[in-house]
């Protein structure tokens, strides 16, 4: 599967943003996918996921701000990011994969190249 992340920038506090990710080689309404973010010197976490059936996970850090949605015929992830925190400013990653389990451990083998989320005034 091939994954190819955008929609990052620089944002201010307060302020929204769409990221989206472009998934080919796959049967996309059979995955599970979250998105992930990285920032320097810590380890990547997981933000939010979806099941193949549409259920969803955020962490806590984002619930009520973020939400994970998809769209199978267009093979898209998106991740609408609303409220923006400073603390939000990272590098963010989707993934996909055919158990819940492994979107919930972000266990992979290989990542995209991300997209970088900016928020600061």
């Known amino acids: 599967v091939q994954l190819v992340e955008s929609g990052g920038g620089l944002v201010q506090p307060g302020g929204s943003l769409r990221l989206s990710c472009a998934a080919s080689g796959a049967i996309f309404s059979l995955y599970a996918m979250g998105w992930y973010r990285q920032v320097p010197g810590k380890q990547r976490e997981l933000v939010a996921a979806i099941r193949s059936g549409g259920v969803t996970n955020y962490a806590d850090s984002v619930k009520g701000r973020f939400t994970i949605s998809k769209d199978n015929a267009k093979n898209m992830l998106y991740l609408q990011m609303n409220s923006l925190k400073p603390e939000d400013t990272a590098v963010y990653y989707c993934?996909?994969?055919?158990?819940?389990?492994?979107?919930?451990?972000?266990?992979?083998?290989?990542w995209g190249q991300g997209t970088q989320v900016t928020v600061s005034s």
């Open positions: 993934n996909v994969a055919l158990d819940f389990r492994t979107v919930l451990a972000g266990d992979f083998r290989s």
